[in-house]
């Protein structure tokens, strides 16, 4: 859709750091993250909210959001869990009118960094960040294909 900052990193037209991509769907770090390994998963057709996402491409923005989560556990990031959220609707304080799935990587008794990085939300070392969940993804790969 034109005007769409995540339509135009879909086409290549905006540059993002992305760590997946197949069909349907394309993941990429997210420009502010709020941790390191903060991701953003989009369905690759525009839809501006759930209302307008079709069921199944939902079913797949979720299923590279699993995939993401699990890959990030087996990463040198070292996650020991996730927070998977999508903000629906401006109600639901959606900035970017492109539907996304947040996922933010945790670890035990990160509450203190969380706090910090939810309000400086500075990006760190991004590449690295995105070789270190990409290398996690292989590792998934590599463990669910035994
Ligand atoms: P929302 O509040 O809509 O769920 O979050 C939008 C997210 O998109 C924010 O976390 C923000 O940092 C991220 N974002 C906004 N513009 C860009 C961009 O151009 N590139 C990337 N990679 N992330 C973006
Ligand atoms: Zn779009």
Partial sequence: MDGCIFCKIVTGEA???VVYEDDLVLAF???RPIVAGHTLVIPKTHSATLDHLDPDLAADVFRVG???ARALRRSELGSDGANLLINDGRAAFQT??????????RK???IVQFGIGFVTRRP????????????????L??????
Avoid: C, M, S, W
């Fill in 15 to 17: 540059p993002a750091i």
């Fill in 29 to 31: 770090l997210d420009i």
């Fill in 66 to 68: 699993h995939l993401l």
């Fill in 96 to 105: 970017v009118h492109h539907t996304h799935l947040h996922v933010v990587p």
């Fill in 108 to 110: 035990h008794r990160d």
């Fill in 124 to 139: 760190r070392g991004r590449e690295q960040v995105a070789a270190h969940i990409r290398e996690g993804i292989q590792r």
């Fill in 141 to 146: 790969n590599a463990e669910d294909a035994q």
